[in-house]
């Protein structure tokens, strides 16, 4: 028996696809084909009755009912064996697509999934190292900022999408900035004092882009070169960053020295840590 015999033709049995179509794709790709060509069948013998039967003998409700319910078996009937050909034919069609994505699965926006804070570490710590390779600066530093900046990659920006925005350094979408953006509201300090205001910010496609747009950002404005020269030293490198200006807060050096000597990245660099 076909896995579509028991569904009657009106389509009432096409809600329980939907597991079907994750599970066993092709299964219920073949039930669909099947239940299409069952009612495709009976609105053609639908048809074919109503345009030569037309007596009064036969235009009585209890007759129409019976006929319909007649039609709807004939059409099962058939389409579980050869029927029209359409099954097939829709098989074949349907199938070609069948490598773009499953039914019913939809496509899923790429984003950092929360987790601990030492996972975070694990997932930047390579990129990090390459910036400590071409520029010098502890890659220390960088986990930390990074850390403080994205709440340890649990909040970061989101695009329009849902998406992940990658951003971990808080680089804002200046007019030099050709790539994609995400607005935020934002808490900006002058003279001391915080105010929340609307900025662009620079979005990116992973995490590897982001980190290799943090050292260009670094690496091409003077007014971090004292920054890259002590760069060795992660809390040297973080009271330079507030010294040009990377950040309106009066306590962000203070915030990256809370992280660098934390517990997650006290030891971080040292023998066992790679």
Do not use: C
């Amino acid at each position: 028996m076909s896995a579509y015999s028991g569904i009657d033709t009106d389509l009432n049995g096409l809600a329980r696809l939907r597991t079907q179509a994750q599970q066993r794709p092709q299964a219920a790709l073949e039930e669909v084909a099947g239940q299409f060509e069952a009612l495709f069948t009976r609105m053609m013998l639908k048809t074919m009755r109503e345009s030569s039967m037309n007596s009064d003998l036969m235009s009585s409700s209890q007759s129409s009912q019976y006929l319909e319910m007649f039609d709807g078996q004939i059409a099962q009937e058939m389409s579980r064996g050869r029927g029209l050909g359409l099954k097939e034919l829709l098989i074949r069609q349907l199938g070609q697509l069948d490598g773009a994505a499953p039914l019913e699965r939809p496509v899923q926006a790429q984003r950092l999934e929360p987790g601990s804070k030492e996972d975070f570490i694990a997932g930047l710590r390579p990129f990090a190292r390459q910036v400590e390779q071409e520029l010098g600066i502890s890659h220390r530093a960088v986990l930390a900022q990074a850390a403080l900046e994205s709440g340890w990659g649990r909040h970061t920006m989101r695009k329009p999408d849902g998406s992940d925005s990658f951003n971990f350094f808080g680089i804002k979408a200046d007019a030099s900035w050709n790539g994609e953006r995400v607005a935020k509201r934002t808490l900006e300090f002058r003279d001391g004092i915080g105010t929340r205001e609307t900025a662009n910010f620079r979005s990116y496609d992973s995490m590897g882009e982001a980190v290799k747009d943090y050292a260009e950002f670094i690496r091409s404005n003077p007014r971090y070169e004292q920054a890259i020269e002590r760069g060795a030293d992660p809390h040297a490198y973080a009271q330079e960053l507030q010294r040009a200006g990377y950040a309106t807060d009066p306590k962000y050096a203070q915030k990256i020295v809370a992280i660098l000597d934390s517990d997650v990245l006290r030891d971080e660099g040292q023998a066992g840590v790679l």
